[in-house]
Nanobody, 127 residues
Framework: QVQLVESGGGLVQAGGSLRLSCAVS????????IGWFRQAPGKEREFVSR????????YYTDSVKGRFTISRDNAKNTAYLQMNSLNSEDTAVYYC????????????????????WGQGTQVTVSS
C-alpha cells in the first residue's frame, strides 16, 4: 500500500517562503509521478504542480509559475514544493498525490488521475 505523508506547512507572513515535503512509502517511488494540489476554504481542490517520475518534466498552474518549484529526491523517496513570495491567495491545505503511468498535461491537472493521496498540510499566509 502506497502511503504519502506531507510536512512543512505552517504560518508565514506574506512574501515569505515555505518548503513542503511529501514522503512516499510502500511502493517503488520511481514508478510514480507526483502532483501537488491545494484546497482553500469553500473552494474546490486545484492543481498546483506536478513532476514526472524521474524529474525530467515539471508543470505548474499559472498562478504559481516563477514562485513555486517542484522537485524530488528519488534516493529519499521524497518530493518537495518550494514556495516563495507567498501571498494570502496561497492559503490552503496542500496535498501531494501520486499517479502511475504516463498522463497528459491536461489529465495531470485532474485530481482523479491520482490514485494515492496524503492527508494534507495547512499553509496559512498572513498579510
Amino acid at each position: 500500500q502506497v502511503q504519502l505523508v506531507e510536512s512543512g506547512g505552517g504560518l508565514v507572513q506574506a512574501g515569505g517562503s515555505l518548503r513542503l515535503s511529501c514522503a512516499v512509502s510502500g511502493g517503488s517511488f520511481t514508478k510514480y509521478g507526483i502532483g501537488w494540489f491545494r484546497q482553500a476554504p469553500g473552494k474546490e481542490r486545484e492543481f498546483v504542480s506536478r513532476i514526472s517520475a524521474y524529474g525530467s518534466s515539471t508543470y505548474y498552474t499559472d498562478s504559481v509559475k516563477g514562485r513555486f518549484t517542484i522537485s524530488r529526491d528519488n534516493a529519499k523517496n521524497t518530493a518537495y514544493l518550494q514556495m516563495n513570495s507567498l501571498n494570502s491567495e496561497d492559503t490552503a491545505v496542500y496535498y501531494c498525490a501520486a499517479h502511475s503511468g504516463i498522463i497528459t498535461p491536461q489529465r495531470m491537472r485532474s485530481h482523479d488521475a491520482y490514485g494515492y493521496w496524503g492527508q494534507g498540510t495547512q499553509v496559512t499566509v498572513s498579510s
